[in-house]
């Protein structure tokens, strides 16, 4: 088997264990408070579980300073994290919310930990096992391996919940994941030429390293208004359609989980595969656009009216731009990363773009509310326009030429 074939695969199995625990402590976890008919003041508290996504950068450092076994500094953690995530299902797969409520909360954000924390070893592993040819397809597989397991431990998971119960499905959840711990045994483990000699180093030497970059208050524009636009066409996509078109909670299902989750994969897996002739830049760029252009068929939506034809192309078209300008972006915070520092720069590097997604989340509904669907889709679509401009004037940056990742 080829190394690249070998770099493909495992970075697939990763995207598969690091999307299982996601659902698993939060809108799954909901799904089996709301079925015990627990108070919706509870159901609310449950967001607080994913608290450890959020400020999974303030110990990324500790990933990039520490090996903990002789697997090797990123498996190492990669497994250990499997293994705390196995013990947890398990033990949440014996407690009932109904007796056991707040014990499940804490066990959901220790869960969250688990994962977050293995979340920032998978990033880093991706990070250095693909070569600068390999990231876009690598990228693109990483997200197929994520988003089918959203699928299993969303929809497979409620389907068996109603069948076998939520004991017996957490129990298949962990044993789902020892699975790809066994196979995360026999995946390479990356060459890193250097790594932090002290604590302070692993802290501060990241953040260094990246602000004496000349370009680096211009990266960080690129990283937070590239897919803002995208993020404020889709905050509101489930709302849109059930109140602003009137569809059923049936058709929406299979918009958004069969035609939207098909979609982003084939999506993410074609610009995986155009971004290996495209190059970086001119893949971001041209995914930018086509995203952008697709929040306009939103708008058609709005003014058109209930066509589940129409909704179905839109959808399709918007969630496959998405994939593949999700893929390139994946593509372009790797090629920031100093193989030093490569945990702490890619935990603060994915933070930063999470900020426009937070903003969107507080205004989105007012503009809408003030606008109507039609002018917030077109509003959605003009704020694509700063981000694309900041990418085109980046063209000449170290970070998308060909040696990029030996020069950084």
């Avoid at 947890?88 to 056991?100: E, R």
């Avoid at 299993?152 to 044993?175: H, K, Q």
């Avoid at 058709?251 to 035609?259: F, I, S, T």
């Avoid at 001119?282 to 003014?303: C, K, S």
């Amino acid at each position: 088997m080829s190394t690249a074939r070998t770099h493909y695969y495992s970075v697939i199995l990763l995207g598969l264990s690091s999307g299982l625990p996601i659902a698993l402590c939060s809108s799954t976890l909901q799904a089996w408070f709301t079925e015990e008919n627990l108070g919706i003041i509870l159901l609310g508290f449950l967001n607080i579980v994913g608290l450890p996504y959020v400020l999974k950068w303030l110990w990324a450092p500790l990933l990039d300073r520490l090996t903990l076994s002789s697997l090797g500094r990123r498996k190492s953690w990669i497994v250990a994290m499997q293994i705390g995530l196995i013990a947890v299902l398990w033990t949440m797969s014996y407690l009932h919310p109904a007796h056991n409520a707040g014990l499940l909360m804490g066990l959901g954000a220790l869960l969250a930990f688990f994962s977050a924390t293995q979340d920032i070893a998978i990033d880093a592993y991706r990070t250095e096992i693909l070569t600068p040819k390999e990231r876009g397809l690598g990228a693109a597989l990483n997200v197929t391996g994520y988003r089918f397991a959203l699928l299993i431990a969303g929809a497979l998971a409620l389907l068996l919940a109603d069948y076998i119960g939520w004991s017996y499905t957490y129990r298949i959840m962990a044993l789902i994941l020892l699975a790809c711990s066994m196979l995360t045994f026999f995946t390479p483990e990356p060459t890193v030429l250097k790594q932090p000699t002290t604590f302070r180093d692993a802290f501060v030497g990241p953040l260094q390293d990246f602000l004496k970059r000349s370009n680096a208050g211009w990266l960080i524009a690129v990283i937070v208004l590239y897919k803002l636009g995208e993020a404020y066409a889709l905050s509101l996509t489930t709302p849109f359609l059930l109140r602003g078109l009137h569809f059923t909670l049936t058709q929406v299902a299979l918009l958004n989980k069969v035609v939207g989750l098909s979609a982003v994969i084939l999506g993410g897996i074609a610009g995986g595969l155009w971004m290996m002739r495209l190059g970086l830049f001119r893949a971001m760029l041209i995914f930018g656009v086509l995203a952008a252009f697709t929040n306009i068929l939103f708008v058609v939506m709005a003014i058109v009216g209930k066509s589940m034809i129409l909704a179905g192309v839109c959808i399709f078209a918007e969630n496959f731009c998405g994939g593949m300008s999700g893929a390139a972006f994946v593509a372009f915070l790797m090629s920031l990363c100093n193989p030093k520092f490569t945990a702490m720069q890619y935990a603060s590097l994915s933070a930063i773009a999470s900020v426009g997604r937070v903003l969107v989340g507080s205004t989105s509904g007012v503009l809408v509310q003030y606008l109507g669907w039609a002018n917030f889709y077109w509003v959605s679509a003009a704020i694509c326009v700063p981000g694309l401009y900041m990418l085109w004037r980046s063209q000449n940056m170290l970070c998308f030429r060909a040696d990029a990742s030996a020069a950084l």
